[in-house]
Structure formats: structure tokens, C-alpha cells
């Protein structure tokens, strides 16, 4: 599998434009769901404190999106799915197959008691399946039109015009005469 570095770059634009997108909208979906649960607290609270946390969250939030945006712009065009659906496709895989992690967060995380249990509850895993739909379906159509294969200009072809001997067609020299309509007649017929 080669990798295009271009390519790789500019998925990497579409997954830091889409974690940013998740991470704006978050405030909106603690209210949907009820979850005050905010993933760049989760991520800057993990390696700092005070008011570090949330401009270090922002940025580890947003360097993960740029990552798997980067490994997904090499990875979509092998998915044998329709363009629409291959980001909200991995999205979801990648959030399904890591939600048990959440488990392990009251043991693990050094700042655990400032967030709610996920593990367990269905409207924080409905919440983070929300996210990464979104992130999914804002990562793949970005990369997908940031990555569009360039379409060449083809010239006009003029082959049905010329001839092999470079003169031109004789079916596009010839003239056809249209007999004009007069009354019901045409123009050839004399009036009595």
C-alpha cells in the first residue's frame, strides 16, 4: 500500500476540521443527551490541570482528528462502500470498538471524578455514537472533495469533422434544402 503524502495531508486537514466541528458542538449534545461529558476536558485533564485543561484538550482533541483523518484519506478509497458512507463508516467502527475503554477511566484517569460514568450508561454511549457520526460524516466529505482525482481537460475532438486526408467530411459539406411550408403547399407549387 503506497501512501501519498499530499493525500495523507490533506485527510489529515479533513479530520483536524472535524474533530473541531465535534468538539464546538459538544455543549449542544450534553443538553440532548444529558451526559455533561466533554471529550477535550477528558483528554487535557489527562495530562494537566487548572486552566491548561481545555486549550490542551482542544489540541490533543484536534491532533486525534488530524491522525485518523490521515490514516482514513488512504485508507476510504480500498472501503468497498458508497463515498458518502465510508467516514461515517470507520467512525462509528472506531467509537464501537473503543467504547469499553470507557471502563477503565474511574481507574485510570488521574482526574476521573470530574466526569460522569460512561461505562454502563446508554445516553453517554449513544452520546459519544452521536460524535463520532458527526465527526464521521464531516471527516469523509471533506477528505473526499479535498481529495477529488483532478479531472484532465481533454481537448475537443475534431475527428467527426475532419476527414483522414485533413480536407473535412463530406457529410458535414452537404447542404439539405428544406422545402419551405406555404398554405399547405410548398414553395414549388404554383398558385391557380
Sequence with gaps: ?????????????AGAVAALVWAAQQPLDERAFGVPYDDTELLGAAVTDGRAVLPVGWLLHTLNGAA?????????PR????????GPAVA????????????FIPRLHPRAARFPKLWGSRNAFLQATWRHLLFGVVMGELERRLNAPEVEEVPPSY???????????????????????NGGGTADETDE
Design 79 to 86: 472501503l468497498p462502500l458508497p463515498s458518502w458512507a465510508r
Design 1 to 13: 500500500m503506497s501512501i501519498d503524502a499530499a493525500k495523507t495531508a490533506r485527510g489529515a486537514i
Design 68 to 76: 485518523f483523518g490521515a490514516g482514513y484519506a488512504n485508507l476510504a
Design 92 to 103: 462509528l467502527v472506531e467509537s464501537t470498538a473503543t467504547w469499553p475503554g470507557t471502563a
Design 159 to 181: 475527428e467527426h469533422v475532419v476527414s483522414t486526408n485533413g480536407h473535412g467530411s463530406i457529410d458535414h459539406a452537404m447542404v439539405t434544402i428544406t422545402p419551405v411550408v
